[in-house]
């Protein structure tokens, strides 16, 4: 015969389980549904940091200085230019179709859904078991899960972005199987982690994105709660406040963190001077002057951006359907302690989020 305690413990587990599947589906969703709709914006940004010229085409011309009286000489000149974004795009429907604008989405799609995945269940999990040994949420805790689980992503995911990054920067018709094979026959497996190193230093946006978003968030959560206002006006202004914190706190640490992006690209240029992030991070500022570690940040700001709001408010969404529970109010809420003495008063759904431990109202 089951004894209370023992039904307790088998629904406590039945909702971990729970939530922790929701965190893997909600962040492969929102992950896969903010690659798609921004694949050619990412295109153009990666062409701006390559050192390679990536938007240039050869133009046969008259040499009309040519020593030859009697015969026309041609020259193949390369024609060197960096247009706008407007202009890339046309500039790649033109010369690639429809399909350049969309190079690298396979392994994009291949790997951002494990890698949101991975990089939201790491975060959650390291932030649940921070918050429970040190019974309180604070900025260290944030800061501790967020680098966790930016190292696990790159870990596990680099080669993935390593293809993506030479398929986008290719102008021809290079085909993934084929630089596949080039790249392990020259380098082996070793060479499908170049910018790696890179990438352990970007954790620093991933610190600065998520430390921001939390506070922004439970500050907007804090003012909606001073003010008296229906269930619909309440739903809306939780999703509006998600973009908003998303949106805040991702261009301030894109901003901050940008130069690491631009280097983690040089890295992974097929035959290059680059070796390692610290020389890769002084050639370019030698030779392009701070404009060369900012190279593409207008376009990965206008791509970003309104990735992470998507991603971000996927996210939040799905999880808000997933572990809703019919059997209990959608409003019951828990407490969080955040940087200020204050309390502020969260839905349930965002205290599954932050991985809290305290006990219902």
């Given at each position: 015969?089951?004894?209370?305690?023992?039904?307790?413990?088998?629904?406590?587990?039945?909702?971990?389980?729970?939530?922790?599947?929701?965190?893997?589906?909600?962040?492969?969703?929102?992950?896969?549904f903010g690659a798609v709709l921004t694949c050619?914006?990412?295109?153009?940004?990666?062409?701006?940091?390559?050192?390679?010229?990536?938007?240039?085409?050869?133009?046969?011309?008259?040499d009309l200085h040519s020593p030859h009286s009697?015969?026309?000489?041609?020259?193949?000149?390369?024609?060197?230019?960096?247009?706008?974004?407007?202009?890339?795009?046309?500039?790649?429907?033109?010369?690639?179709?429809?399909?350049?604008?969309?190079?690298?989405?396979?392994?994009?799609?291949?790997?951002?859904?494990?890698?949101?995945?991975?990089?939201?269940?790491?975060?959650?999990?390291?932030?649940?078991?921070?918050?429970?040994?040190?019974?309180?949420?604070?900025?260290?805790?944030?800061?501790?899960?967020?680098?966790?689980?930016?190292?696990?992503?790159?870990?596990?995911?680099?080669?993935?972005?390593?293809?993506?990054?030479?398929?986008?920067?290719?102008?021809?018709?290079?085909?993934?199987?084929?630089?596949?094979?080039?790249?392990?026959?020259?380098?082996?497996?070793?060479?499908?982690?170049?910018?790696?190193?890179?990438?352990?230093?970007?954790?620093?946006?991933?610190?600065?994105?998520?430390?921001?978003?939390?506070?922004?968030?439970?500050?907007?959560?804090?003012?909606?709660?001073?003010?008296?206002?229906?269930?619909?006006?309440?739903?809306?202004?939780?999703?509006?406040?998600?973009?908003?914190?998303?949106?805040?706190?991702?261009?301030?640490?894109?901003?901050?963190?940008?130069?690491?992006?631009?280097?983690?690209?040089?890295?992974?240029?097929?035959?290059?001077?680059?070796?390692?992030?610290?020389?890769?991070?002084?050639?370019?500022?030698?030779?392009?002057?701070?404009?060369?570690?900012?190279?593409?940040?207008?376009?990965?700001?206008?791509?970003?951006?309104?990735?992470?709001?998507?991603?971000?408010?996927?996210?939040?969404?799905?999880?808000?359907?997933?572990?809703?529970?019919?059997?209990?109010?959608?409003?019951?809420?828990?407490?969080?302690?955040?940087?200020?003495?204050?309390?502020?008063?969260?839905?349930?759904?965002?205290?599954?989020?932050?991985?809290?431990?305290?006990?219902?109202?």
């Amino acid at each position: 015969m089951s004894t209370p305690n023992t039904k307790s413990n088998g629904e406590q587990q039945t909702g971990v389980n729970r939530s922790t599947y929701a965190h893997l589906l909600a962040g492969g969703l929102a992950g896969t549904f903010g690659a798609v709709l921004t694949c050619p914006l990412e295109v153009i940004k990666t062409r701006y940091q390559s050192s390679q010229n990536s938007f240039s085409r050869e133009k046969t011309r008259v040499d009309l200085h040519s020593p030859h009286s009697n015969t026309v000489a041609y020259q193949c000149q390369q024609e060197r230019i960096r247009p706008t974004i407007i202009g890339s795009l046309r500039h790649i429907i033109k010369y690639e179709g429809m399909p350049g604008l969309f190079k690298g989405l396979v392994p994009n799609l291949v790997g951002v859904a494990p890698s949101r995945a991975i990089y939201f269940f790491a975060y959650a999990n390291t932030k649940s078991l921070l918050v429970e040994k040190m019974e309180r949420e604070t900025p260290l805790v944030h800061i501790t899960s967020a680098a966790t689980a930016g190292i696990a992503m790159s870990t596990c995911t680099n080669p993935l972005w390593f293809i993506k990054t030479r398929l986008q920067i290719d102008q021809g018709n290079l085909r993934t199987i084929d630089l596949i094979r080039n790249v392990y026959r020259e380098h082996g497996l070793l060479g499908f982690y170049k910018g790696i190193s890179a990438s352990y230093v970007g954790v620093s946006e991933t610190i600065v994105h998520f430390v921001l978003y939390e506070q922004i968030k439970a500050q907007l959560q804090l003012l909606q709660t001073r003010q008296n206002s229906s269930s619909d006006e309440s739903n809306w202004y939780n999703f509006l406040s998600y973009l908003t914190a998303a949106a805040c706190s991702k261009s301030c640490a894109t901003t901050l963190c940008y130069p690491h992006e631009v280097v983690r690209t040089r890295l992974r240029e097929e035959g290059t001077k680059y070796r390692t992030f610290l020389q890769t991070l002084k050639t370019v500022y030698y030779e392009e002057s701070i404009a060369g570690l900012y190279r593409g940040l207008l376009t990965h700001l206008i791509r970003q951006i309104p990735n992470t709001a998507i991603m971000m408010s996927t996210y939040e969404l799905v999880i808000a359907f997933l572990t809703s529970d019919s059997a209990s109010p959608p409003s019951s809420s828990s407490e969080v302690t955040t940087l200020q003495p204050k309390k502020v008063i969260l839905y349930r759904v965002d205290a599954e989020i932050n991985a809290t431990n305290e006990a219902e109202l």
